[in-house]
């Protein structure tokens, strides 16, 4: 008895108690990622594994990077993994072509691609795109798609420009060279940019075209079989966002520890918070929730432009329900 007692004693101290005897193992699965963890616009996701979001649901997350947010999804929707993340826009693009997946929580009210234009490029509008080479990072992914959707606004086409798929380095590195007056990216791509020395303008985010931020998705199986898994996921993953727009600095404090190779740049990580906290996570209540208003408009303009053969009903496309689940108290 006094063994025991001494065992649970031991616990509580350790802030375990017996809900860790409870809980038993975590349970380990794999989260896909678009680009590699190392990537700074993975920071909610290193954030909530350093910071022991995850572990503090009883999951243990092995995080595998694929090649950008479409092939997250075929991934997911082919059972090879529950959950991943991507950008919202996506179920839009793959679900019409029969891919089992739905966004489950949406990080920010604002966009995640930005269009960036070199200063010394002389461009002030998406209408001066017009014959400049635009770097993405691939053409499979939801960037791309973003980028057509701008050009659309503005009177362009893909061969009114020169559109180059540089994979996740190129895109930022051609861009900062010279060699590409424009690209289309998230904030941490004008983030390393910058880095390398590029004097770079964001193009007004009103005036092209508004994809979402990024997503976490999951497919129909997972939804209909592990919504309680799914929840401890989306609480953890919007937990760390919160933290990054509450106290940018601290977060970046914790990031650097997470990604140690980001360890003498701290100051540029405050800045990429910055950005995302102004452009993508601004302007939403309750944290992750869906707006079924900007969806439909993002959908609308796919299907205008071709991008999807046909615009499906909103609920086959994302639920809130587990950001519902996640703003209660587990």
């Not at 993994?81 to 991507?86: M, P, Q, R």
């Amino acid at each position: 008895m006094k063994k025991a007692v001494f065992l649970f004693k031991t616990l509580c101290l350790l802030g375990l108690g017996g809900s860790a005897l409870a809980q038993g193992a975590p349970e380990s699965i794999d989260y896909l990622l678009p680009v590699p963890a190392t990537s700074m616009a993975m920071a909610p996701w290193m954030l909530a594994q350093h910071k022991g979001y995850f572990a503090q649901e009883n999951i243990k997350v092995n995080f595998v990077a694929a090649r950008g947010g479409v092939d997250v999804a075929k991934q997911i929707g082919a059972g090879n993994a529950l959950i991943g993340g991507a950008i919202g826009d996506t179920p839009i693009i793959v679900r019409a072509n029969g891919v089992p997946v739905k966004a489950i929580a949406l990080l920010g009210a604002g966009s995640l691609t930005l269009t960036a234009v070199r200063n010394d490029s002389g461009i002030q509008s998406f209408k001066q795109l017009k014959g400049k080479t635009i770097t993405v990072m691939s053409y499979a992914d939801t960037t791309y798609y973003s980028l057509l959707g701008s050009l659309a606004k503005a009177d362009l086409n893909k061969n009114d420009v020169n559109i180059q798929a540089s994979g996740p380095a190129g895109t930022w590195q051609l861009f900062a060279a010279g060699k590409a007056q424009a690209m289309a990216a998230g904030p941490d791509f004008l983030n390393y940019a910058i880095d390398a020395g590029a004097l770079a303008t964001i193009l007004p985010p009103e005036e092209g075209f508004r994809s979402m931020a990024q997503a976490v998705i999951a497919s129909d199986e997972a939804i209909k079989n592990k919504p309680e898994l799914l929840t401890k996921l989306v609480r953890a993953t919007l937990r760390a966002m919160g933290d990054i727009m509450n106290d940018p600095k601290d977060a970046a404090r914790h990031y650097v520890a997470a990604v140690p190779m980001y360890k003498d740049k701290q100051a540029s990580v405050e800045r990429l918070f910055g950005l995302l906290a102004k452009y993508t996570y601004a302007g939403q209540s309750p944290l992750g929730r869906i707006d079924a208003k900007r969806f439909d408009e993002v959908q609308r303009l796919y299907v205008s432009e071709g991008i999807v053969p046909r615009a499906l009903p909103l609920e086959d496309l994302f639920t809130n329900q587990f950001v519902d689940a996640a703003a209660r108290k587990p």
